[in-house]
């Protein structure tokens, strides 16, 4: 006796333009994140540090977002169907806060000669941990969360914000 196998399809995702409310800021967070930590680990020396540093921020935020993308794509496929473009348009649309959170950082270091900061990977950590707290905590109040929620999130993702200052100045760059 053959049995088959019915497969329960995946819930449709939400489509972030047309939800008025948006409330997931996964990508930013995870991209200031990733911002923040590029910055304390890179030593970058040369000719041209502060370029070499906007450029090495906003070629790792396109790359993690190529490669979400595809592991959202890949990972979300049913058996037998291939994968269109529409799907990966759509998921490149919704993963794209993760380059965006890394152009505030770069923008950071562009300009900071002339804010008169000695050293420019600084302000711009300074710069991803705030936005990493900023996109944490209005995400939760967006979603509704009480105001203890909201600030607990903010402290949460200062206190991870911290701890990639923390390893910026154990590696001393």
């Not at 449709?12 to 997931?24: L, S």
């Not at 049913?78 to 380059?99: N, Y």
């Not at 600084?122 to 109040?141: I, K, R, S, Y």
């Amino acid at each position: 006796m053959a049995t088959s196998r019915s497969r329960t399809p995946a819930p449709p995702e939400p489509d972030r333009e047309t939800d008025a409310r948006r409330t997931d800021y996964t990508g930013a967070v995870y991209g200031s994140m990733l911002a923040a930590s590029v910055i304390a680990a890179s030593g970058v020396e040369g000719a041209h540090p502060r370029l070499s540093l906007v450029l090495l921020l906003l070629v790792t935020g396109v790359v993690f977002w190529i490669a979400h993308v595809y592991a959202h794509v890949a990972g979300h496929r049913e058996a037998g169907r291939g994968i269109t473009w529409s799907q990966v348009r759509r998921v490149g649309r919704r993963e794209w806060p993760l380059v965006e959170a890394a152009a505030l950082p770069a923008l950071a270091v562009l300009v900071s000669p002339w804010l008169g900061t000695g050293d420019s990977a600084w302000l711009a950590l300074a710069v991803a941990v705030a936005q990493q707290v900023l996109w944490a905590t209005l995400g939760a109040h967006r979603a509704g969360a009480p105001p203890r929620q909201v600030a607990a999130e903010g402290a949460v993702n200062l206190l991870l914000g911290l701890v990639i200052v923390a390893a910026k100045v154990a590696v001393g760059h």
